[in-house]
């Protein structure tokens, strides 16, 4: 039983390029999550999506895209880096919005 | 939305001794409210939640209090221990409103030998 497993642990882009962070869950939880944490700001949310075929914006959004490709899988993509996006983040799961989540292991990622 | 306020952003306190940490929150429509440890360069972990039908919570040495009226809920861990140094978070959210939790901006606790 992984929990949530999230791809890749680290990364570093260049300004400009575009990339894909993958999250898989087997926990059959409905509602998927992506997070980013920067020091001193706590954890804000970018999307989510409370269940299969749905996504919504949170918080910060901009400059990222999501999809919700099965009820596994939530990926968030970055079509053009900025350095401003140099962060840590999370994919979370959870079977609805009153319950706890799940946290993957994260994923760093630098911007240069 | 919702908007979540954390205090203290540290708090170092005696080995033994107790620890609070406080949010105060804003949509009175929000009824899930956990909290959630993360040690350095690891995931944020949930510890303990409470619902808005509920009052207070115990787990052992940790316990979470709710004060709807006031819209502030409190995490209280009695006789510290080294492995509770972590930064603390909380969050509120459900509600029937936008999914996704609000977080604080977290507690770093340190425990002092």
């Known amino acids: ?112 | 939305g919702e908007n979540v306020e954390q205090h203290p952003s540290t708090l170092s306190v005696q080995e033994g001794d107790s620890a609070v940490i406080k949010c105060t929150y804003s949509d009175s429509a929000s009824n899930y409210f956990p909290w959630y440890k993360q040690e350095l360069g690891k995931r944020p972990q949930l510890i303990i939640d409470i619902r808005s039908n509920v009052g207070e919570k115990k787990d052992q040495r940790i316990a979470v209090t709710l004060n709807k009226t006031a819209k502030h809920f409190s995490l209280h861990i009695t006789e510290t221990q080294p492995e509770d140094s972590a930064v603390y978070f909380c969050a509120a959210g459900g509600g029937g409103g936008a999914d996704g939790l609000t977080f604080g901006k977290g507690t770093h606790l340190i425990i002092q030998p």
């Open chain 1, 1 to 112: 039983n992984a929990g949530v497993t999230q791809t890749p642990k680290f990364q570093v882009l260049k300004t400009g390029q575009s990339m894909t962070l993958q999250c898989a869950q087997d926990m059959n939880h409905n509602s998927m999550y992506w997070y980013r944490q920067d020091p001193g700001m706590g954890l804000r949310l970018i999307y989510y999506s409370a269940s299969e075929g749905t996504t919504d914006k949170g918080e910060v959004p901009n400059g990222y895209n999501v999809s919700r490709l099965n009820k596994r899988e939530f990926s968030l993509r970055l079509e053009s880096a900025a350095p401003s996006q140099t962060s840590v983040y999370f994919c979370a799961s959870s079977y609805g919005g009153d319950y706890g989540y799940t946290f993957g292991s994260g994923t760093r990622l630098t911007v240069v």
